[in-house]
């Protein structure tokens, strides 16, 4: 049974990170003259029960109160902000007048920027939308982007570009909703390092030159004008924290979102992309690392790779026996090359077909009709000219199966390393978690296939859909969460991938489909043998 | 004995409001990666015992930090300001770079505002100014400021003509002492509670109503942009807390330089003026309270009257026997009117020596030629036409007695009853500070003849000289005075005068000369029995 107390007690601990009160102030008199600031002050302090201290009246708010109370008497509508201490006052307004208490929730990508509308008062996200992150017209890469910052005026640009784009988006979301922008109090950031970095202008020079330093781990709230957002001026940016230039808010913000901080079973989160960043544990112990896995799995740097849009094929089997070819792309339309779910599932067709063997060379001879040499190179196709979007093959070759089998291995070891640092089984994960737009599309069995992800219970692994975004989401909904971001830092051990001797030693055998040991993929050696394939590379 | 770690603790609460700190930050390396923030912020919570929550490290440092230690390397020296909740770093420099850090105190009174820079390194104040208040010019009176300030933009341009005397004196003192204003990195102002409304653009509407409200009691720390203060941006401006709206952050301030609340004698400390506020108390009890004196005293009203300034007659004595007159003016320079220290000495000298009786009536008979009717009343000359410095008499007619009678009679009531509230006597008192101008050259004697002033011991009196600009420049050398500001507003019992009866009961004695109860005037009963004048009203 829950108790009023309790319940009233869980309800303020979820406090939305800007939220609103309304409050009939005690009428003034001889023998009650407080001030309108220790009116409000004290009233809201035995409301909230938080010292006074803790409640911050700002200037611009305080020379508001004189006309406001003198027109509309002392029944005010207050709305706050959770800030570095306590709260601060960010908008009064005579009571019953309702405005809007909104939040901005954003998940700052280097590709893609998703951001979410919320409304603090009915607690749900009322308006989403994705853009393109306007930094990449200085490239695609962090690493370019990072140089560019360090040229001449390219950090200020950058940090312009990436804030006119909130303000850009968040015209278009108050339009949308029917609000001012003045109603949106709270703006929540998951990025990466180098994207926060950028956002605030900070120099990102030495977090990609050794030992690796952002200028910042965590971020104060800051107001918007420091940073130029058009949001209300007394409202607050939060930006979740990092643990170093390659473990970001972002993945803070994932495992928010996951919870496996707070589970007493093991969990594991992994976010699949040019660099695997992976977080083991529970509510007791927690450990991460991150470490290159390339591009290849994002599908950036093949011959026919593409983003997750319109066009790009992301399912592909192959019959093993009469080695008939299907396939299905985003929005049913002609193809245009293959995203990451696509090309996991392609090679893993690949593979049990023998189409491709253990070693990841091309089994050209047995199907010779859908190889053809592309630049001197053998290419298996999977879609002919005649039948595409663009008018040009989309295949796979040689190469970027070698690229896709390093990428594969490195992610497999990364797991493993973690795994083994702390004496654990991959059987001993309850939740395997995959993050990023990748983990809600990939296919577990077709990864475990090729030996990139361990050869545990497909319903073990969840998709986690935005993880990033949804933290974000979850901050602005309950403040309390930026304590837990901060819990979560302070708990993680970092495993310095990059200069761990057991990470060599363990990747040459994941460099084989799936693994030169095949004791540790049980359903793919069963698999193999089912189609009597079962051989020792 | 005091031990090293007594004395540590000691001069760690004695940190003036802004400081400079040298840090040789750890090296980083793979093992040791942390962010400059983190780096930063961890180095001085250890070295300062501090949270490091405490430590408040604004975005505008921060993008300062990668250049800087790139250029110059780990070693730091951070200019540190009292914040809300611990500190922010206002400023970062190479080490051995010694930028200066300077507060500036001012003494924000409604006619003169005297400017303190203080040296926070050095701990001493290093340059003063007194300048007239810009807002006179919409009125001498304080409610004249607060009627001006409700119309149009009224509030507006007292707020801009406030900040900008503050930015033209500081342009002033910093090429005096040749720094940057930009060095100044701590504000703190003593003032009313109305001065302190109109510096900041708060509308003191409230303040003269029933039942006369401020809009702020405890100002939070402001932003100097905020107030258009042309200091560095990033420093602060502390304000003295008020109790209401006729007890101001100046007499806080007083009270602060006193020391009245750490005794563990009673003390009194009373700024006379056209207010008269009165704090009677010790380490375990603080009484306060404000009342109507009438603007008399301070020379306003009266015909002859001026400021303290050149000219001004300051001293007088008339010989009881001959009736010789005697005076002295500021600056020895042919006189222009009577200030309050001289209008206190003629009217004793005038009682004393028989010129005005105990109702206050002038004695024409007793000496006819230093009498004349002016405007058809009778008035003393005391000095006429042929030696003054503006060809007109200087002299006090009945009509200024009369009012300078109320005046005193109040201010005697006032500090009366609030002596009785408690139940104490004014003999119980060891101290008695007199703050203000007013308190640095009114002679206790003098008063005490006028029965302005009780009759305790003459050395019991101090004069506290500039008491609120004392305060000021204390709490810029010391932040804890901050904590023991708000401890006296907490602690301090505020008597209400206009509405206690006993006021106006014990009134009409003290509309004599010196009082209806000469018992209570001891010394002043022993000299005029000496000079033979022993007379009961």
């Known amino acids: 049974m829950v108790s009023g107390m309790d319940e009233q007690l869980r309800e303020k601990r979820r406090m939305p990170a800007a939220f609103l009160r309304s409050l009939d102030l005690p009428e003034p008199s001889l023998s009650d003259n407080r001030s309108h600031e220790r009116r409000i002050r004290e009233t809201l302090a035995s409301d909230l029960k938080l010292p006074v201290t803790e409640i911050f009246l700002p200037l611009q708010i305080a020379r508001q109160l004189p006309g406001l109370i003198r027109e509309h008497g002392y029944r005010v509508d207050l709305v706050f902000c959770r800030d570095r201490h306590g709260y601060i006052v960010s908008g009064v307004f005579p009571k019953g007048c309702s405005p809007g208490v909104f939040g901005l929730a954003v998940d700052l990508g280097s590709t893609s920027v998703v951001f979410y509308l919320v409304d603090l008062r009915a607690r749900r996200v009322v308006e989403t939308v994705s853009r393109h992150n306007p930094q990449a017209s200085h490239g695609d890469d962090i690493l370019d982007r990072i140089i560019f910052a360090s040229r001449g005026n390219g950090l200020q640009l950058m940090q312009q ?218 290419c298996y196709v999977v879609a002919d000219e005649s039948i595409t979007g663009h008018g040009r093959p989309v295949y796979i070759s040689q190469s970027d199966i070698k690229n896709l089998i390093r990428s594969k291995g490195a992610m497999y070891t990364i797991l493993n390393v973690v795994v083994q640092s702390v004496g654990v089984q991959f059987s001993d994960i309850q939740n395997f978690y995959v993050a990023g737009a990748f983990g809600t599309y990939i296919s577990p069995d077709k990864a475990i296939t090729i030996g990139m992800l361990p050869d545990i219970s497909i319903d073990r692994f969840k998709g986690l859909g935005n993880a990033a975004g949804e933290g974000a989401v979850n901050m602005l909904l309950d403040a309390s969460k930026m304590d837990e971001a901060n819990e979560i830092c302070d708990r993680i051990t970092y495993l310095e991938m990059n200069v761990r001797g057991d990470f060599m030693d363990q990747l040459t055998g994941a460099l084989f489909l799936p693994h030169t040991d095949l004791s540790l993929f049980p359903s793919v050696a069963a698999k193999l043998k089912k189609l009597g394939r079962f051989s020792t590379p």
């Open 161 to 378: 570009e990436t804030a006119g784009l909130f303000n850009e988006v968040m015209a278009d979301l108050c339009g949308r909703a029917g609000i001012r922008q003045d109603d949106i109090y709270y703006c929540s950031v998951a990025g990466n390092t180098t994207m926060c970095h950028l956002l605030l202008g900070l120099d990102p020079w030495h977090i990609c030159r050794e030992p690796y330093l952002p200028v910042v781990n965590r971020f104060d709230l800051i107001s918007p004008e420091e940073v130029g957002l058009e949001m209300n001026p007394l409202g607050r940016l939060y930006l979740f924290p990092n643990i170093g230039s390659y473990f970001g808010g972002d993945l803070i913000s994932g495992i928010i979102a996951s919870g496996l901080h707070r589970q007493e079973e093991i969990s594991l989160l992994v976010d699949v992309g040019t660099n695997a960043e992976v977080i083991l544990g529970n509510r007791d112990w927690l450990v991460a690392c991150a470490g290159a896995a390339g591009p290849a799995l994002e599908g950036g740097i093949l011959s026919c790779g593409t983003r997750a849009q319109p066009g790009a094929i992301e399912r592909v089997e192959i019959d093993p026996t009469t080695l008939d070819l299907s396939w299905q792309t985003i929005g049913e339309i002609p193809p245009v090359g293959l995203c990451g779910s696509g090309i996991i599932d392609l090679l893993a067709a690949l593979f049990l077909a023998g189409l491709v063997d253990s070693t990841g060379k091309l089994v050209v001879e047995r199907d010779p009709d859908r190889f053809r040499k592309i630049d001197d190179v053998w």
